[in-house]
């Protein structure tokens, strides 16, 4: 097996386990969220989002893009690319690291500004409702976008 398999089975495995991620966040973590009152809500998320900030997270957040490009420039170096590496390549880079850079951590870096138990009952529910929808969204191209490039990956 040559270095463009190596990179992209890496890319594969990587993008699937990035998936996974997201779609186990969207179906177990923000439906229990959901479930809690304002103050709670926003404190348990605060912790999410601190707690996730590990190196293994970041490694699997960048890393899965990086190899992406690589894979794409090692099999266009070969001549033997494929569109659907091209494909997960971009919405990785894309739909993965500019929705998240873009969309979820400056709402992120907002909530984690906020002193909850300093907060009224009509603050703390002004500040989830602005975050709670805007971060689902967001959250839910980005689950999009990497469970689609695991799909282009397994298909190429």
Avoid at 71 to 83: E, I, Y
Avoid at 111 to 126: E, G, M, R, Y
Wanted: with cysteine.
């Amino acid at each position: 097996m040559n270095a463009p398999s190596h990179l992209l089975n890496l890319t594969v495995l990587s993008s699937g386990l990035l998936a996974g991620l997201y779609v186990a966040w969207s179906i177990s973590v923000l439906p229990g969220l959901n479930r809690l009152d304002d103050a709670r809500y926003l404190e348990t998320f605060q912790s999410l989002n601190r707690a996730i900030l590990n190196p293994a997270f970041k490694a699997l957040f960048v890393g899965t893009a990086i190899v992406a490009v690589a894979a794409v420039c090692a099999h266009a170096l070969q001549g033997t690319l494929r569109w659907p590496v091209v494909a997960a390549a971009a919405l990785l880079v894309v739909g993965h690291i500019g929705v998240t850079a873009f969309g979820n951590i400056p709402l992120n870096v907002a909530l984690d500004s906020i002193d909850v138990s300093n907060c009224t009952a009509p603050q703390l529910t002004a500040h989830r409702a602005a975050f709670q929808q805007p971060w689902a969204v967001w959250h839910a191209i980005r689950t999009v976008a990497a469970t689609v490039a695991f799909g282009c990956l397994v298909a190429s």
